[in-house]
């Protein structure tokens, strides 16, 4: 596996999946980014990662992170090409962003591997979103181009909705060449347990995850102005980092929330992220829409939802497509005082707060890990036979 990220914390779909074909009897290496002393070269789990001591930087604006994108892939591809010479790899998945990074497969390829493109975002939609450009502007243009290029290189593509699985198959991807594998909680971490639910007297909101402008936490923390004064012992954790956290602290301290607020600049380990997550008594998700958004299902989401904690989140498209009105609080994107409101109602309503995990149980029911995870599996051995190329018979749904 190739992944332009630390590992194992930062990216738990790459550690999930890394996870279940160990526990099919299959090696597995990773190769991801170095982060201050770590080892080059280490296993965690029964999982060979090799690091690359590549910096990496969310700040950079476009040009500094296509340049970090491509040294990255040079390294890659040295490294790749060095261990497959070695230890003659059969299958080769890269994640993205970028969607690139696929090219550092061209030997292993070219020697018979077969490649797998896990696309967890779409770049297109990503930069739009981030660099707030135009789908038809001529940078998105070319990621479109670099997209479809990266696609008919790999044999297999995987994405994580069944909606972004629908824009790429209008994109030109041949349906049977694209599944759908779902950001769902390992239920192995993420089990409900009493001990450690939250006893202290205080209604605590949780937020957890990448921290950036679109995922709308500064409309969070104007919304918690207006929620303290109904709720004197209101707090709010937020745990994770990424380019928006320093504008977060600011924003914190000039509304005078210091004593609401609680930030820890870390991603947590999966091992430890339920029983932290269980120590809240609300999931907030309260994205801004925009094109990138409104095709995102958000992990954190479902992770609140397997572990029974009610959620708020911000009407989307593609959230409104798996859960309604009935499991999820819904407030329209980027409204502080209707989010104020809705964590004021859950706070004064808690059979709301129960009919909402109740009825969000039938989502746990329907999606979980336990059997995508096999059907991952499948997938991976079946398309390393050389007569299931295109293995439309497994295709995740």
């Not at 020697?111 to 779409?122: E, F, K, V």
């Not at 009493?194 to 409309?219: C, E, M, P």
């Not at 004064?229 to 924003?251: Q, W």
């Not at 005082?337 to 149980?361: D, G, K, M």
Request: aromatic fraction near 10%.
């Amino acid at each position: 596996m190739l992944v332009h990220s630390t590992y194992p914390y930062e990216e738990t779909r790459v550690q999930r999946q890394a996870d279940v074909l160990v526990e099919h009897g299959h090696d597995v290496d990773v190769i991801c980014l170095r982060r201050g002393t770590e080892p080059s070269v280490e296993f965690v789990d029964g999982i060979r990662v090799l690091r690359i001591p590549v910096r990496r930087d969310k700040k950079r604006g476009a040009l500094g992170q296509f340049i970090e994108y491509l040294v990255f892939g040079f390294f890659a591809f040295v490294l790749m090409t060095r261990m497959h010479l070695r230890r003659r790899y059969d299958v080769v998945q890269v994640h993205n962003l970028p969607d690139f990074l696929v090219f550092a497969a061209f030997v292993p390829r070219l020697t018979g591997s077969r490649i797998i493109l896990d696309l967890h975002d779409l770049m297109p939609e990503f930069y739009c979103a981030k660099f707030q450009s135009s789908m038809s502007s001529l940078p998105v243009r070319l990621i479109a181009l670099q997209e479809r290029l990266s696609c008919a290189f790999a044999h297999h593509i995987i994405t994580v909705t069944e909606s972004w699985r629908q824009t790429l198959i209008q994109r030109g991807v041949p349906p049977p060449k694209c599944s759908v594998v779902m950001n769902l909680a390992d239920l192995r971490y993420f089990q409900r347990d009493a001990s450690s639910i939250n006893s202290s007297g205080k209604f605590r909101l949780v937020y957890h995850g990448q921290v950036t402008r679109r995922y709308g936490l500064d409309v969070l923390l104007q919304a918690l102005v207006r929620v303290r004064k109904e709720i004197p012992n209101v707090r709010l954790t937020i745990h994770g980092g990424g380019e928006f956290m320093d504008n977060v602290c600011a924003l914190v301290q000039s509304l005078g929330l210091e004593e609401t607020v609680a930030l820890h600049r870390e991603f947590l380990p999966v091992t430890d992220l339920g029983r932290f997550i269980m120590a809240h008594d609300v999931g907030i998700v309260p994205y801004r829409r925009d094109v990138f958004t409104d095709g995102i299902l958000p992990t954190k989401l479902l992770e609140y939802v397997a572990l029974e904690l009610p959620v708020i989140a911000a009407r989307t498209p593609t959230i409104g497509a798996y859960f309604d009105e009935n499991m999820v609080e819904f407030f329209e994107s980027e409204n502080v005082e209707e989010l104020a409101q809705r964590i004021v109602y859950l706070f004064n309503h808690a059979e709301r707060r129960q009919e909402l995990v109740h009825n969000s149980s039938c989502f746990n029911s329907q999606f979980n890990w336990t059997s995508q995870r096999e059907k991952y599996a499948r997938l991976v051995e079946h398309l390393n036979d050389r007569q299931h190329s295109q293995p439309n018979e497994i295709s995740i749904k």
